[in-house]
């Protein structure tokens, strides 16, 4: 019976345990048709539960950085020398150093590729030295792997540019199927026939917020008012939600409604008239893909993540998420029932490998990595 072991010791909430869930879920399934035992480094079971699947909590490892690296370069290795794995599937971007048949990692952090400004050091120095440091911890023992698993093309491309690793050696599978666009209603009554405008984001500098109310500012100064703009951040959260909160709460037509779980979310896409999305760095841009459905306007970063994520999207603005001209004049074209300048973004061809599916992805990686 073949071993596999998939490290996920700093993995513990938002789009990265959803990830793991998918990643344990299909292999649950795969161990009832195959032989083999899947053994997980996690930081709590409870999180991430499936049958036929034996679990080792390590939550000592999300301590610090240097404890982490500790377990990733010394511990790991100690417990694939006991187990002797056929492959070691790392899905938090590190590459460990351990020893196995096969060796795959999975990188879904864009930070190395990021350009960070000045005001990102004012509100979150930790995250921008984040930026600068995992560009080199992505560096260690990576051209180790027999395959790199990345979330998009342009990750491929820019990971291959940057670390001079085979092309074809890297695999991308999208975490969500931007093909198969899901029944739904075309045209969802908006509340009140009211226009408003949602942006559904934590509060990260890089999430851009200042751009949309600098838009805001500008519409409303041409005395335009007749719409509103969802903000899911309160001011409360940090340094950047506070200044945010600040320096825009004047404005009439922007609410500050805090974080929102996932259904209440759904709620906000069914019942608004256009989604932004100006965050100037993304793994993927899942409210991109969620609100897609609806096909009601979206307004977003002229960014290659933002293009390959609309794949497949009707009514698509894309903007520069550094002027605040452009995406004011958009929004007043929707305010106005003006859709002229929105696109239907055709299909992105992919290079081979690439899946859709996380069954398809395992077969790849158990059969021909």
């Known amino acids: ?89 790392s899905l938090h971007d590190i590459t460990p150093n351990v020893i196995a048949n096969k060796r795959i990692v999975y990188c879904h952090n864009a930070t190395p590729f990021y350009k960070f400004r000045v005001k990102d050091i ?15 911890l992505y560096k260690i023992n990576i051209r180790k792997n027999d395959a790199i698993i990345v979330q998009q093309d342009w990750t491929r491309e820019s990971f291959s540019e940057m670390y001079s690793y085979p092309k074809e ?23 009140d026939n ?5 942006f559904p984001a934590i509060a990260r500098v890089f999430k851009n917020f200042e751009v949309i109310c600098k838009a805001v500012e500008i519409l409303e100064k041409e005395g ?23 320096k825009y ?4 037509t922007i609410s500050f409604i805090g974080r929102l779980d996932k259904e209440t979310v759904n709620k906000y896409y069914e019942n608004c008239s256009c989604l932004l999305f ?16 609806y096909d009601r306007p979206m307004i977003i970063s002229d960014l290659k993540y933002a293009h390959e994520t609309a794949s497949n999207s009707r009514f698509v603005a894309y903007f520069n998420p550094n002027d605040p001209i ?31 599916t996380w069954n398809d992805l395992f077969t790849y990686l158990l059969n021909y990595v």
């Open 194 to 198: 009211s226009i408003n405008f949602f």
């Open 249 to 252: 709460n004047h404005l009439k």
């Open 169 to 191: 050696k890297i695999i991308v599978s999208y975490p969500i199927d931007n093909y198969v666009r899901k029944p739904h209603t075309s045209h969802v009554d908006v509340v």
């Open 278 to 293: 100006p965050s100037r760095l993304e793994s993927w841009g899942l409210p991109i893909s969620e609100f897609s459905k």
């Open 326 to 356: 452009e995406l004011a004049s958009l929004m007043k074209k929707v305010i106005y029932n003006d859709t002229s300048s929105f696109i239907n973004v055709g299909m992105k061809k992919i290079n081979k490998p690439f899946f859709k």
């Open 224 to 246: 335009v008012c007749n719409y509103s703009v969802i903000f899911t951040i309160d001011g409360t959260e940090n340094k950047y939600s506070k200044w945010i909160y600040s």
């Open 1 to 89: 019976m073949k071993t596999i072991i998939v490290s996920a010791v700093n993995i513990t909430e938002a789009g990265t345990l959803t990830i793991l869930n998918d990643v344990l879920s299909t292999l649950s399934s795969i161990c009832t048709q195959e032989r083999y035992k899947v053994i997980a480094l996690v930081y709590d079971k409870k999180r991430c539960y499936y049958n036929n699947i034996k679990y080792i909590d390590i939550k000592s490892s999300k301590r610090n950085w240097l404890n982490r690296l500790y377990y990733e370069f010394f511990v790991f290795r100690k417990i694939s020398k006991f187990f002797k794995p056929y492959m070691w599937l």
């Open 122 to 136: 004012r509100f979150d120095l930790k995250f921008v030295l984040f930026v600068l440091f995992y560009k080199y």
